[in-house]
């Protein structure tokens, strides 16, 4: 479920494409997603929402990538291997359940957070957000401390996690 304040994000980020342009929507999407997107989004914008394995399907490159949470971190692993190469310079990726599940936040970390094709741009819960970007070596070091501040965000919400099933058993 998306607050507020993310389906704002996406709407804005959406907003600013200019046309022709190309979102594209993968993983386990949520419909507030999908809607806040598409009510963003102006004419000449395509929104297109794919199986995870559909990336060969897709020709040319894509304008915004949204990455929905995968649940095994093989699953996610793959959705982080194959789709983000495709992003325009410039363009943007984001990933719900970033910095809150565990397998998500493992791959996104393996995979994009130690590339030096992506800035961290900041997160709204557990919605990140990254802009493709060819990183010198100290903005990498830099785009890793910013990454590594919000680990704590996700201890937190897995202690929060653990407790309430703690206290659902008893």
């Not at 692993?77 to 565990?102: D, T």
């Not at 994009?112 to 957000?129: F, K, M, P, Q, V």
């Not at 501040?149 to 201890?155: C, D, I, V």
């Amino acid at each position: 479920m998306l607050s507020p304040a993310q389906v704002d994000r996406l709407q804005a980020c959406a907003r600013v494409l200019d046309p022709p342009a190309r979102v594209v929507m993968t993983g386990n999407v949520a419909p507030e997603a999908v809607a806040a997107i598409r009510a963003g989004a102006g004419p000449g914008v395509e929104v297109l929402i794919v199986a995870p394995g559909a990336v060969a399907r897709i020709d040319g490159s894509i304008d915004l990538l949204f990455i929905g949470p995968a649940a095994p971190y093989s699953v996610a692993a793959e959705l982080f291997g194959r789709w983000p190469g495709r992003v325009a310079p410039g363009g943007l990726l984001f990933v719900y359940g970033a910095f809150a599940a565990p397998p998500v936040t493992a791959a996104l970390l393996r995979a994009i957070g130690a590339s030096r094709s992506w800035r961290y741009y900041g997160r709204e819960g557990a919605l990140a957000e990254y802009v493709r970007a060819d990183l010198s070596h100290g903005e990498r070091v830099l785009d890793a401390i910013a990454q590594a501040a919000q680990l704590g965000f996700f201890t937190r919400g897995l202690s929060q996690r653990r407790r309430r099933r703690r206290r659902r058993a008893a």
